[in-house]
């Protein structure tokens, strides 16, 4: 489906959405534009993960030297959309990894990151894809990932506690095996084991 019929698709639903809440765009004008802006903050901003493919981002590499060591790029800022109530969430990620031979610039990190949460999807999963992705495109001896995150699905609705945390981790090859490389990870990003 290209993105233009994604876009009208997308666009009716929201009419329909409004519509079914006894707010037809036309009716209201502060409505008027509302189901194509929304569809393209779908589009543009919430759910263009599914447009990046994890192989691609993390192609372009540099040759690693064999004294580097893990690499961490910390306070990583995210949105994504929790499938259960399409409700968002945001929150920061901390992810590191291990290079044996390539090694790749910090922004295809955050790209990496940015291709797994921009989904509909759990936040259990973004660490597990984020981990998986440098294990199996970069050849890491080891990946680590731990998402912070506001769930909004928690905060405006059903129990409704503003404030609480969703705390998630990951860990692959030598973060797993390693406790002394797990815990310098902890420390390095400021967290307790």
Request: hydrophobic share 40%.
């Given at each position: ?72 790029i910390r306070n990583l800022t995210f949105q994504s959309m929790c499938p259960h109530h399409l409700m968002p969430c945001h929150g920061i990620a901390h992810i590191a990894y291990v290079p044996t ?93």
């Open positions: 489906m290209t993105r233009d019929e994604k876009l009208a698709r997308l666009t009716k639903a929201f009419e329909d959405v409004l519509r079914a809440v006894d707010r037809s765009p036309g009716r209201y004008p502060e409505l008027l534009d509302t189901p194509v802006r929304t569809a393209n903050t779908w589009l543009d901003d919430l759910l263009n993960g599914y447009d990046a493919d994890p192989g691609v981002i993390l192609q372009s590499t540099m040759e690693a030297r064999s004294d580097h060591g893990m690499v961490v031979t390539r090694i790749v610039g910090f922004s295809r990190i955050a790209e990496l990151l940015d291709c797994y949460s921009r989904r509909l999807t759990l936040q259990e999963d973004i660490v597990k894809n984020v981990c998986d992705a440098l294990m199996t495109h970069l050849g890491a001896a080891g990946a680590a990932c731990i998402i912070d995150a506001e769930q909004l699905c928690m905060v405006i609705r059903g129990v409704r506690k503003p404030g609480s945390r969703a705390i998630t981790s990951e860990y692959a090859g030598a973060f797993r095996t390693e406790a002394v490389l797990r815990n310098e990870f902890l420390t390095v990003i400021g967290a307790e084991e």
